[in-house]
Structures are given as structure tokens and as C-alpha cells.
């Protein structure tokens, strides 16, 4: 090929942790050889136009919606949002034409759904012909988290059939496409993080002094948006009770979003999760012990912050955050059980105990807790993990092969 492979990017958000994953993989990608674009359903903030500005030669909103099933919301609540997305984008007719239209108009070689929620990337691909990637980033099947209507064997067989290869974040993931022996085009890449990033003075301490945190302190983090109501913070605040009374110079802290009420009742759960863990962490005596740290853009410098990562969630597609805290050199304690698992090596990079445990989190963290050495040496181990098994650079060297590949064999 002549001229750089332009690549369509299908985003399901302006934001978030799998948009994240893609921005940072365009700031690798050899422009010589790669011509980025972005479609996304929502307008961005400014700080994330700027980001879609500097990595893309261009990108434009879209109107598309996303074809899972609102399983945490009534039937009524579902068939309003149902209705409301059908008619923004006119039964996906608008989204089809606007795509197709950007297609031709960019000369698009390849088109990379970053979801397995969106599916007009894939429907656009096959109206014009083009290969497409799709990569699943959730865990999705009838049991799991994020379901469809359609039933795992032709769930499975959509996936594959409107795609040239489905790119899975973990073996955790690729296990609805395992159960049915469709494997021939499933390919695993993890996820991966700019390493360089977290190196150097990080100026962790910074963000300890704004939430109070002593230097002689231990501060326990968990890193999880609160809108993300699957994430089990509760589990994280029942730990910390378990903690609290005997370990004096401990303090704990969730780092994440905190939603706001919406004037729409639909949209108010996570609002009303999180005033529920705000009333747990009170009941159970946490006051002064306990910090609600909001978000931080500058992720390395909130690992820094911390002394231990705990992450309590046991559907957890990947966890970027397990690779990012061993990146800045801390210990991770998660559960024996989705994508965690396959990062965190059980003691040595941190510890994986039985999930929804809080008596095994708590032993486990305690252990980091009152070993400065042992803390210190999983920290080192995880860095060197995060180096060799989870960089950018290793991500990038997949995602381009695929590239290459599919591009090949449609020659």
C-alpha cells in the first residue's frame, strides 16, 4: 500500500477507560504508517477534543446507539431508552449514512470497533466492504455483565461474521467464543500501558498532602469511577472497617468520579449508589479514616499517591488499573477471578484472594500493610511485570500486525 493505512475508529464514548486505551495507543502508532480517524456517539469536553484533535487526522460525532440490553433497568425504563436512541438516530439509518459517507470521504482502509456495544462500525464495514476489527473490551454473554438478546452460540457467531478478526483484552473475555469453538479468528492482546510514563519523580506526595494523607501513613487505594456500580466499592469499604481498629497509621481512599443526581429518575442509580456507600462508610465508623479522593486526570501520579491498590471487582473484563499500579511500582490485591487474575501474579506482584472475600482482602492487604520490605519488593516485581508483559510498545506491535495482516490477506 502506498499511502498510510487509515484507520476508522469507532468509539463507544469521548471518554472513559476503553476510549483511554486507544489515545494512548495513537500517540505509538508510526504516523508514517498509520492515518488514524474517530467517530464518537456524544459530543466530548474540551480536554477531550483536544486529545481527539492532537491523535486523529479528524473525527466527528456521530448519533449511534448501543445495541445491548439496559439489564439493570425496568422494562419501561429500557423501552424509553429504546425509543429515544431509535429516534435520534433514525432506527440506525442516520448512523449508517453519516458512516458510510465518512468512509468514502476518508478513504478508509480498515474499521476498529473499540466495543462490543457498538455495532454500526461492524454494519458500516459490511455496507462498504472494508475489513473490520472488533475489539471486545467487556464481558459479554447471557450470564455475564453486559448482555444482548440474541443467545451466547449466536451472539458469538455475530461477532465473527461481521468481522476479519475480534481482538479480546483477556482469556476472561475470549470465553463466550471458547465455549462455542469459534477460535480460528480470536486473537488476545492486552491491554498496555506507556511504562515510560511511570518513571521518574511522579509527585505522588502532592496528591497525599491535598487529601491530608501524613507521609508516615499507609494509603490504601481503589481506583473505580462510582458510577460504575458493578465495581463492588462496598466490598472495599467493608475491608477497611476490618482494618481500621487494629492498624492504626492506615488510611484508605476511592479514586473515582462521583456521579450527580440527574433531573431524570432513569438515570439516578449510580447517584444513589454512591449515597448508599457514603451511608455504609459512616454506619461503619470509617469518619477520618476514609476518603472519598474524586478523579484524577494524571494517573501515574495518583499510583504514586498510593501504597497499596486494592481492587475488589470479580467481573473485571481486564483492569487497566492492576497494569498502571504495577507500572508505578505498588502491590495489587484483587480476586482470583476475571481479568485481574491474569495480571497480578499471587504473591508476587500482590495477592489474589477468594473474590467477594472481605476477610481474605483484608488479610491480604494487612500483609502489605505492617511489611514495608515485602510491599516494596512486590512493587519492584509488578514494575518489572508491567515492563515486559503489559507496555504500550508490546500493544502497538500486535495492533499493527493485525493491521498488516487483514490488509494482506483482502490484497
Not at 466495543?115 to 473490551?137: E, F, S, V
Not at 495480571?343 to 508476587?348: A, K, P, W
Request: charged share 20%.
Amino acid at each position: 500500500m502506498s499511502h498510510p493505512i487509515r484507520v476508522l475508529y469507532v468509539l463507544n464514548s469521548p471518554g472513559g477507560g476503553a476510549t483511554q486505551g486507544i489515545l494512548e495507543l495513537l500517540s505509538c502508532l508510526p504516523p508514517r504508517s498509520y492515518e488514524a480517524y474517530a467517530v464518537i456517539p456524544g459530543a466530548p469536553d474540551e480536554f477531550q477534543r483536544q486529545n481527539l484533535a492532537k491523535l486523529t487526522s479528524d473525527f466527528r460525532v456521530v448519533p449511534m446507539a448501543w445495541w445491548n440490553r439496559k439489564v439493570n433497568l425496568s422494562g419501561w425504563n429500557r423501552l424509553q431508552l429504546w425509543t429515544a436512541a431509535n429516534l435520534r438516530t433514525a432506527g440506525r439509518l442516520r448512523s449508517m449514512l453519516q458512516l458510510v459517507r465518512l468512509i468514502h470521504a476518508w478513504k478508509i482502509d480498515i474499521i476498529y470497533t473499540n466495543t462490543a456495544m457498538m455495532l454500526d462500525g461492524a454494519l458500516a464495514a459490511r455496507l462498504t466492504g472494508r475489513p473490520h476489527l472488533w475489539h471486545i473490551k467487556e464481558w459479554v454473554g447471557e450470564q455475564a455483565r453486559t448482555r444482548f438478546l440474541l443467545p451466547d452460540p449466536i451472539l458469538a457467531k455475530v461477532f465473527m461474521a461481521l468481522s476479519d478478526r475480534v481482538i479480546v483484552m483477556s482469556r476472561f473475555i475470549g470465553q463466550l467464543f471458547e465455549r462455542q469453538s469459534l477460535t480460528d479468528r480470536l486473537v488476545l492482546v492486552n491491554d498496555g500501558v506507556d511504562t515510560r510514563r511511570f518513571s521518574g519523580d511522579l509527585k505522588g506526595q502532592e496528591i497525599r498532602r491535598s487529601l491530608g494523607v501524613r507521609e508516615d501513613e499507609i494509603l490504601v487505594g481503589m481506583a473505580a469511577s462510582l458510577s460504575s456500580t458493578w465495581k463492588k466499592h462496598s466490598l472495599f469499604v467493608e475491608m477497611a472497617a476490618e482494618l481500621v481498629p487494629s492498624l492504626p497509621r492506615v488510611r484508605f481512599a476511592i479514586f473515582g468520579s462521583e456521579p450527580a443526581r440527574h433531573s431524570n429518575p432513569i438515570y439516578n442509580q449510580p447517584w444513589e449508589y454512591f449515597e448508599r456507600l457514603k451511608r455504609q462508610a459512616q454506619e461503619l465508623g470509617l469518619d477520618g479514616r476514609f476518603i472519598w479522593a474524586g478523579f484524577w486526570q494524571n494517573i501515574p501520579q495518583m499510583m504514586d499517591a498510593v501504597d497499596v491498590l486494592v481492587h475488589t471487582c470479580d467481573i473485571e473484563p481486564f483492569g487497566r488499573v492492576a497494569i498502571e499500579a504495577m507500572a508505578a511500582g505498588r502491590p495489587v490485591v484483587g480476586p482470583r477471578k476475571g481479568g485481574i487474575s491474569e495480571s497480578v501474579v499471587d504473591g508476587q506482584t500482590g495477592f489474589l484472594v477468594p473474590a467477594g472475600n472481605a476477610g481474605a482482602f483484608s488479610r491480604a492487604t494487612a500483609q502489605l500493610i505492617v511489611d514495608d520490605h515485602l510491599r516494596a519488593k512486590m512493587g519492584e516485581a509488578g514494575r518489572v511485570r508491567a515492563a515486559t508483559c503489559f507496555s504500550i510498545d508490546q500493544h502497538v506491535r500486535q495492533i499493527s500486525a493485525l493491521y498488516n495482516e487483514v490488509i494482506g490477506a483482502r490484497a
